[in-house]
T-cell receptor, first 109, second 116 residues
């Protein structure tokens, strides 16, 4: 079993839809959770950073962490074509930093 | 803040030549820098971790003599692909970590290497 699992997609949604992106993990030691967005041929960009279980909101983005289920989510409200990118979850404990494989999202106008 | 640059953004070279890629933290001191490789539509693959002033730690399967990493200062790390071959063609991305923001990595824009 991989440490971090993420549905690779591709996920296609119409503009304005609510998008749900998810990762599961196996190691309960992970403490910090992040979501990165990567446009094609660009470096990843940090979107959200959370520590505890619960929700964190930033504009149209909401990050959710459920440590008891080892499950994290990123919700995008009112999705836009400019949100089309690959979204990578990442998590860390101590010196260990692990990325999920990424989900490719396409928001269709 | 927390901007990381990479140079060059794109390089094309002949087989057998060496290519150097620079990674700079522009507005912070990076105690640790990471080098990743990414194939099209694939996730990031960590190649090595470098701490300023010490030798890089390479991931299993990454040839240290092939991919030379130098982290001579708190704002600069370099990756040199020696005797490049077509199979080394890939997207190389660096990231940097700040000492007091231990759980975040800030990524450069990437370098696309094409070996003919």
């Amino acid at each position: 079993q991989k440490e971090v699992e993420q549905d690779p997609g591709p996920l296609s949604v119409p503009e304005g839809a609510i998008v749900s992106l998810n990762c599961t993990y196996s190691n309960s030691a992970f403490q910090y959770f992040m979501w990165y967005r990567q446009y094609s041929r660009k470096g990843p960009e940090l979107l959200m950073y959370t520590y505890s279980s619960g929700n964190k909101e930033d504009g149209r983005f909401t990050a959710q962490v459920d440590k008891s289920s080892k499950y994290i989510s990123l919700f995008i409200r009112d999705s836009q074509p400019s949100d089309s990118a690959t979204y990578l979850c990442a998590m860390t404990y101590g010196q260990n930093f692990v990325f999920g494989p990424g989900t490719r999202l396409s928001v269709l106008p | 803040g927390a901007v990381v640059s990479q140079h060059p953004s794109r390089v094309i070279c002949k087989s057998g030549t060496s290519v150097k890629i620079e990674c700079r933290s522009l507005d912070f001191q990076a105690t640790t820098m990471f080098w990743y490789r990414q194939f099209p539509k694939k996730s990031l693959m960590l190649m090595a971790t470098s701490n300023e002033g010490s030798k890089a730690t390479y991931e299993q399967g990454v040839e240290k003599d092939k991919f030379l990493i130098n982290h001579a200062s708190l704002t600069l790390s370099t990756l040199t692909v020696t005797s490049a071959h077509p199979e080394d063609s890939s997207f190389y991305i660096c990231s940097a970590r700040v000492a007091d923001r231990y759980n975040e990595q800030f990524f450069g824009p990437g370098t696309r290497l094409t070996v003919l």
